[in-house]
């Protein structure tokens, strides 16, 4: 079945740092895939989003490209704000039938300012 | 607010008991879906419906489980004889029929069984 993994956190950083967070996926056929985030407090909100092979989703700095190669979707931001900190989750969904969300276990990310 | 709203926030129960939860989605999607999300993990899919017909089930969703989406609007979920392994964060999502689905999500509901 489909199946996401991701990067173990926590992750720690200082402010205006490089960050990265590695997301590899296994699927059959051809998925959407998408980060989301969950402020603290708050429910899970769409970060973006690619929905076929070589596409880049961005949204508020962040990036990731879909690697149909690689089967990844890495996250990464070249500058980070405390405002930021949060847990992001890595998904995947079918783009047919129930197209159910299929999460990874999420990283924590903490910025220090 | 046009958001999905899911209510009660929190819920408190003693093992045994019967709960009750309830999701209003955006107005126009018609599909809505249920997650579980226990801590430090996460969400996973229970169930899923488009207008008021339940068309996937979990196998998360044991038998104690059952969900229902009467007019194709709002959904409860109700747990019977409410276990400790069942508390967990129950999260409700909508969405347009699309082949992107990009689902909203609402704040969820944290359900503790003592």
Redesign the interface.
Known sequence: GNSVTQMEGPVTLSEEAFLTINCTYTATGYPSLFWYVQYPGEGLQLLLKATKADDKGSNKGFEATYRKETTSFHLEKGSVQVSDSAVYFCALSDQRGAQKLVFGQGTRLTINP | DTG?SQDPRHKITKRGQNVTFRCDPISEHN?L?W?RQTL??????LT?FQNEAQ??KSRLLSDRFSAERPKGSFSTLEIQRTEQGDSAMY?C?S?LLS??????????TRLTVL
């Open positions: 999905v599909r879906y997650y430090g993990q996460g969400p996973e899919f899923y068309l996937e999260l999502a969405s082949s992107y689905n990009e689902q909203f999500f609402g704040p969820g």
